[in-house]
């Protein structure tokens, strides 16, 4: 089915203990849609600037990526992003964050994806999401992320998307600033009571966490990647095979929810060995398969 | 087969945002002997003074638990520990700490548990643990607990008792610093280069992460509890149903070793929810069974 992400492109210039990576190309959408397009089509909706530097029909090449949601403004400049990591990784400290392009006007959906059945509103303001979402008519399955400054500032407009969608997938620490709750199992409860009927935990390095309204539970450790170079868009690969494999299978019952989110993870280890999207161009879907395999064997009991 | 542990006995003072749990039974020898109790014969080894208030026969009553090598002497003070949680039970504040009779000559091992053959030792000075280790005569599986003391301050004796146990079984921060490596993966695999064949690695409420010298990873998220009330003991309950299950089977290949820690998770998941023994003696092998089943549908894609 339809798969359709909303999200931000960006210029990134990264800094982890490996190296330095200047300009490169980054972004919610970008990631989510790179990883997401191994399983399914997708549909990108998402702007930049007239600075933008990158050929995007280059980088989906062979990728069945839809870019005609992607508007090039010619009198405004892209979001740009820097970003430091430390020694381990299990931090970042942005350098700089220049909005451009993302402080005005949102992307239309285009009227060819108001069909689309599978959503991903990425990370933005929640009123900005609520606005995305109703563009399209009959959504099957929505999915959003978030992040801590719309937990603090805008609860009224995120309280009102969490009753119109039907997945949240946040990190840990903002699972518990939501759910005012430390312990995760009752922060998804409590967040779940409120409105999305799943909420996915991200982890990190331990894994995620996913709950339903119906009280079942999955916990699935992180792949042991022992190679990382670059964490940034860890979260959104994960999206992004996730809900690939949801359209491509057109299901949303727990088990097929099971497996899409252990291909998030195995993706998302893929996309950290590298910088940018390094790690996700250099692969395939039988790379990726034979690392699911490896997860489900080093899980199993 | 046999199974014996030598470890620790303490009175234990325990304060968490639960309550606080004065003079109560603890100590890693006694965790451990209860845990495991649930599959196997445990062979005790510890040593207490004359002013413990336990009877240790009711508090074992019918949990087949050998009390041979509990040694009371008459002159000398018990172990004694005393402890704060902090709000999140994520760390511990260590109050006082009496060593008492752990500071005087060990307990020796009986004659009669000289033939064990699956073998616990229990933190505590890694000269002692290979003294102990080597008064047992034809050991087929020996596991053994250290903390970062050793590590800093004793680390030949440690590294000589690497060579002759089969298993450690340590938390992440003790790992990073044993192999000076961040991630956990790799740090398991230049402590397997040193030493032992099998390496458990626990993540506290993140579960934990096992590696043998074949290269075979086993990675299993924490059972996902929602009542934590005291997590002292936590380490020795996950090692006590872990050597436990291994001794009931007689097998200490990597199949058996996943089932074992996965009754370790579970067993320190009752540990953990009340204070003191409390939340193991209120169970029974069917609560850890039924626990055992929902956590591999819980973590099975």
Redesign the interface.
Known sequence: MSLLVTGSIAIDTVRTPYGVSENCLGGSAVYFSMAASFFSPVRLTGVVGSDCPFDFAEVFADRNVDLTGLEVRPHSKTFRWAGTYP??MDDRKTDYMELNVLAEAPPRVPAKYKDSKFVFLANTAPGLQNELLGQIEEPVFVAADTMNCWIEDHLDDLNALLKKIDCLIINEDEARMLADE??L??AAQKILATGSSVVIIK?GE??S?MCNADGD??????Y???E?KDPTGAGDSFAGALMGYLAQSGKTDF?TL??A??YGTVVASFAIADFSLNGLTSINKIDIDKRLETL?N????
């Open positions: 020694e381990h430390y312990n199992i009752k982890k331990s894994g966490i539970k999955f916990i699935l450790p992180a042991p990647a022992t990382v088990k099971k497996t989110i252990a489900r080093a899980t199993r009991f």
